[in-house]
């Protein structure tokens, strides 16, 4: 499962894309709504959607725009335009972007996440833990996924004992694992820290697992396992043939959104993660 979701996530962007029948789908849907109602914002933005999703860039960013045009405050097209800044690195914009979708829907766990996540990525730390929490009241549902990136905010400042006390209410797995890998710091933890790191890269999992683990590696100063981690899902998501392009397109995002490896990003190996394949 990603960090962001909803717009963000595309055609249900969860790591694990591979449905083309599906895909087809939805995009002969989005054509079928922008002809029923060529005002309708949401048409156009979905009909984008499948245009990224199938490489027609010159259509969707025609629809893109469209949808801009016609309802720059619509909850997808907010997604969109935040999206668009997050590629381009543009974490102020993106920010921006994503506050008016939650005005737009405070009662959204989901646009409160992604506001989270894009706050952290921005290194703003109380805030991002605060909208994470406000997500948890509104869908304790969300459990785990907002759980650990609390953990993870609490690791960053260092408030190790708090850290330390939410972990140990999580189940045994690769969320309580990547938590105390992620403790190598905190006094009388190196040992756990180890242990749970070895069990991480012993398992291998989904793409976020693999980003997670490059994460650990990466706030170790282990940058050589971070690529290795990261340079092999890139790899894997490069044979999924028609969907290899959009997936390293969400794969790039989380990665732009990790704090955790911020220090890869002066390596040339970093650039090379960032280039799309042809």
Do not use: C
Request: proline fraction near 4%; hydrophobic fraction near 40%; avoid cysteine.
């Amino acid at each position: 499962m990603g960090r962001l979701a909803g717009a963000y996530s595309m055609l249900g962007w969860d790591g694990q894309t591979s449905n083309k029948d599906l895909q087809v789908r939805q995009g002969e849907a989005a054509r079928k709504a922008v002809e029923l109602d060529p005002r309708l914002a949401v048409a156009h933005a979905r009909l984008a959607q499948f245009y990224y999703e199938t490489e027609d860039y010159k259509k969707a960013q025609e629809h893109e725009r469209e949808a801009v045009a016609l309802d720059p405050d619509d909850q997808l097209v907010l997604g969109f335009t935040s999206g668009d800044a997050l590629e381009r690195g543009d974490f102020g914009a993106a920010i921006a972007m994503q506050r008016r979708a939650v005005a737009q829907d405070p009662l959204s766990s989901t646009q409160r996440i992604n506001l989270a996540v894009i706050l952290l990525a921005d290194g703003q730390l109380d805030e991002a833990k605060l909208e994470f929490r406000r997500a948890l009241e509104l869908s304790p549902d969300v459990g785990l996924n907002v759980d650990i990136e609390i953990v993870r905010i609490l690791v960053l400042q260092r408030r190790y004992d708090e850290a330390q006390s939410a972990i140990t209410q999580f189940p045994e797995g690769r969320y309580r694992d990547h938590g105390l890998a992620l403790l190598y710091q905190a006094p009388g933890r190196l040992a756990d820290a180890d242990a749970a790191l070895k069990r991480l890269a012993a398992q291998p999992g989904d793409t976020m697992d693999s980003i997670r683990l490059a994460e650990v590696y990466a706030f170790r100063g282990m940058s050589d396992e971070a690529f290795a981690s990261l340079q092999r899902e890139r790899g894997v998501l490069e044979q999924a043939k028609d969907l290899a392009r959009p997936q390293i397109r969400h794969f790039q995002v989380e990665l732009r959104v990790s704090p955790f490896l911020k220090p890869l990003h002066a390596d040339p190996r970093w650039e090379a993660l960032m280039v799309l394949p042809g």
